[in-house]
């Protein structure tokens, strides 16, 4: 019989595929590192858990190989993962990545690349639904036929770390609230407010 932390791992990586091992462990929000590393360990003895890539990323089958857009949107869930249930987060529906439910308001992660565009046209958005995209550069959200719903935007740079830090930008002329997504340390994201795209009727902040 699992634990119950073991049981949310397991799930975590059979739907979304192989995960990082750090990601792994700030997904058990309310474990100790050193817990997480224990759970983790515990798993790989029970042959139900196994290293990718040397090790940095986990995955439920060997040959399992990480889905850089999974990747990207788990990193940005993490940013809200203290306001949302273990079990309250899963694949969403293409073009998007990733659904979360947090404090009764539903988000989805959509990941795009440069000529992708268009993909989103094939958003549905709901009064409950608010969307994060990540993007490639900021500039790309000018590009955007955005969906008449709040929206929130994230670019992501790699500079050779292991941990991307997610800090939040309002770019003058640009509608919404912008992230920076860093390899780097101690910077967190201290407030999630922003809207974008209204045509011409009052909405009220989209996070509450």
Known sequence: MLLQEEQYIIHWLTQYGALTKTQVVRLLKDKPPQTAEKIIRSLKREVMLHDISGGYYLGVDPMCQPEQ?????????????????????????????????????????????????????????????????????????????????????????YNGQEVPTIRRMETPGQLGFVWDIYLDWGINVMDYRGCIKNPGVKINSPLG
């Open 69 to 157: 857009r999974i990747i990207l949107s788990v990193w940005v869930l993490l940013q809200f993962i203290d306001h949302v249930e273990p079990m309250a987060h899963y694949p969403a529906t293409y073009p998007s990545q990733i659904f979360f439910l947090k404090e009764n308001m539903g988000y989805e992660i959509v990941v795009l690349y440069d000529g992708e565009q268009h993909l989103a046209r094939l958003l549905q958005p709901q009064e409950d639904l608010r969307y994060i995209f990540v993007l490639p550069r900021i500039s790309m959200a000018q590009e955007l036929v955005l969906p008449n719903v709040p929206c929130l935007f994230a670019t992501v740079d």
